[in-house]
C-alpha cells in the first residue's frame, strides 16, 4: 500500500498526537511506587530510578523537538517545545550524582575512568556523526552553517563534549584533592562554575552552560547521604513547591523566557536547573519508579537522544509525503528502533574489548 493511502485510512483515527506524551506519563505512573510512610530512601536516585527517569526525560527531549516542528498540532504536545532545557539538566544531575556516589562506594573507581567513560560517550556519538555527515554528503544540509552555529560540534551533540568537559573537571578535582571527599565537592564546584563564567562571558550558545547547574546539584545530592537525607526530608514542602513551579512555567507558551528570564538568562537557568535536579530527588526519597518499559528506555536513553534528529531528518528525506501526524509517529518509532539497534551493536562491541576496569588510567 502507498503511504499517501496509509496515512489517509489509518493516521485520522491517531491524530491526536497528544496521545504520545499520554502513553508517556501513563508508562510512568505505572511503575511509581509509594515507600512506606515515615520512611525516606537513602538513594533516592539510585540506579533503578535513574534508569526510569533518563527513559522519561529522552522521550521528552524527542516530543521537544518534534514539538518545535509541528507547534499547531494538539494541545498538550506543543508545550513539550519548552521542556528542552530541562529534560537535557535531568542528565547532567544524574550524571554528578553516579560520580559522587561511585566515590563513596567503590575505592577502585579510578582504574580505567577515562577508557569507561570514553566508550560509554564516545562510541555511539562516533556511529551517529558518521550518519549524521553521509546526510551532509547528500546535501540535507549545509555543514559551513551548521559548525557556525553549534562551535564546531558535530550535529546533534554538543550534550557529549560537554558532559565529558565535566567528566574532566571532576578527575582533575578528584587529583587534586588527593582522594579527599571532603576536598573533592568544592573543587569540583569551583572547576565547573569557572566554566560556566568564562562561557557566560565568550557569550556562547544558552545550551552550552544549563547543565551546569544541575550538574553540581548531583554532586552535592551524591556528595553526603545523611546530610543530603536531612536537608531534604526538613525542606521537602518549598523544595517540592518550587520544582511544581518550574514545570508548570515550562509547560505555559514560554512565559519563562518571555517574562522571567531576559537580562538574567544565565544565572537565572543555572539555578532553575540546580533546583529542578533537587526537586526530583526529594519527590524521590518518597517515590521510585521503575517497570521493564522505563527500565528499556533507560538502558537506551543515550543513543535514543543522539538518534532522533538524525531519524527526523532521514524520514522527511525518503518519505515527505509523510507529513503532520503521520511524521511524528515515524519517528517516534524510527528513533526507538535506531536506538535499540545502536545499544545492542555497542554493547556487543564493548563485551569483546579489553575490560575497562583492568586499565589503569
Known amino acids: 500500500m502507498h503511504f499517501a493511502q496509509f496515512q489517509s485510512r489509518l493516521l485520522p483515527t491517531l491524530d491526536w498526537v497528544d496521545l504520545l506524551p499520554v502513553l508517556l506519563i501513563a508508562v510512568a505512573l505505572w511503575g511509581i511506587r509509594r515507600i512506606p510512610k515515615g520512611m525516606f530512601s537513602d538513594d533516592p536516585l539510585n540506579k533503578g530510578q535513574g534508569l526510569a527517569l533518563r527513559g522519561i526525560f529522552a522521550?521528552?527531549?524527542?516530543?521537544?523537538?518534534?514539538?518545535?516542528?509541528?507547534?499547531?498540532?494538539?494541545?498538550?504536545?506543543?508545550?513539550?517545545?519548552?521542556?528542552?532545557?530541562?529534560?537535557?539538566?535531568?542528565?547532567?544531575?544524574?550524571?554528578?550524582?553516579?560520580?559522587?556516589?561511585?566515590?563513596?562506594?567503590?575505592?577502585?573507581?579510578?582504574?580505567?575512568?577515562?577508557?569507561?567513560?570514553?566508550?560509554?560517550?564516545?562510541?555511539?556519538?562516533?556511529?551517529?556523526?558518521?550518519?549524521?555527515?553521509?546526510?551532509?554528503?547528500?546535501?540535507?544540509?549545509?555543514?559551513?552553517?551548521?559548525?557556525?552555529?553549534?562551535?564546531?560540534?558535530?550535529?546533534?551533540?554538543?550534550?557529549?563534549?560537554?558532559?565529558?568537559?565535566?567528566?574532566?573537571?571532576?578527575?582533575?578535582?578528584?587529583?587534586?584533592?588527593?582522594?579527599?571527599?571532603?576536598?573533592l565537592l568544592p573543587l569540583a564546584f569551583g572547576g565547573a562554575l569557572t566554566v560556566t563564567l568564562?562561557?557566560?562571558?565568550?557569550?556562547?550558545?544558552r545550551h552550552t552552560v544549563l547543565g551546569n547547574g544541575a550538574f553540581l546539584a548531583g554532586l552535592s545530592l551524591g556528595s553526603d547521604g545523611t546530610t543530603v537525607k536531612a536537608i531534604l526530608s526538613k525542606s521537602r514542602t518549598w523544595i517540592i513547591g518550587l520544582t511544581v513551579m518550574i514545570a508548570t512555567l515550562h509547560s505555559t507558551f514560554g512565559l519563562y523566557w518571555r517574562f522571567i528570564a531576559p537580562g538574567t538568562k544565565t544565572l537565572f537557568v543555572f539555578l532553575m536547573n540546580s533546583f529542578f535536579v533537587v526537586g526530583i530527588a526529594a519527590l524521590s526519597m518518597n517515590w521510585q519508579m521503575g517497570n521493564r518499559v522505563l527500565a528499556w528506555l533507560g538502558a537506551i536513553s543515550y543513543e535514543l537522544y543522539l538518534s532522533h534528529g538524525w531519524v527526523m531528518v532521514e524520514i522527511r528525506h525518503r518519505w515527505p509525503e509523510f507529513t503532520g501526524t503521520g511524521y511524528v509517529y515515524a519517528v517516534v518509532a524510527g528513533s526507538l528502533a535506531m536506538a535499540s539497534a545502536l545499544h545492542g551493536g555497542i554493547a556487543a562491541i564493548r563485551r569483546y574489548t579489553t575490560p575497562a576496569r583492568n586499565v589503569d588510567d
Open 198 to 205: 568564562a562561557w557566560g562571558l565568550l557569550d556562547a550558545p
Open 59 to 183: 522521550c521528552v527531549v524527542m516530543l521537544h523537538h518534534l514539538a518545535q516542528k509541528f507547534p499547531v498540532l494538539g494541545c498538550i504536545f506543543p508545550r513539550f517545545g519548552y521542556w528542552g532545557p530541562l529534560s537535557v539538566s535531568v542528565f547532567f544531575g544524574l550524571s554528578g550524582y553516579g560520580l559522587m556516589r561511585q566515590v563513596a562506594a567503590r575505592p577502585d573507581w579510578r582504574k580505567g575512568f577515562w577508557p569507561r567513560r570514553s566508550k560509554a560517550v564516545w562510541m555511539p556519538y562516533a556511529m551517529v556523526a558518521l550518519f549524521t555527515l553521509l546526510q551532509w554528503w547528500r546535501g540535507d544540509f549545509s555543514i559551513r552553517m551548521l559548525l557556525k552555529a553549534h562551535w564546531g560540534i558535530v550535529r546533534y551533540g554538543w550534550f557529549c563534549p560537554i558532559l565529558f568537559m565535566f567528566y574532566a573537571i571532576f578527575r582533575w578535582a578528584d587529583r587534586e584533592s588527593h582522594g579527599k571527599t571532603e576536598s
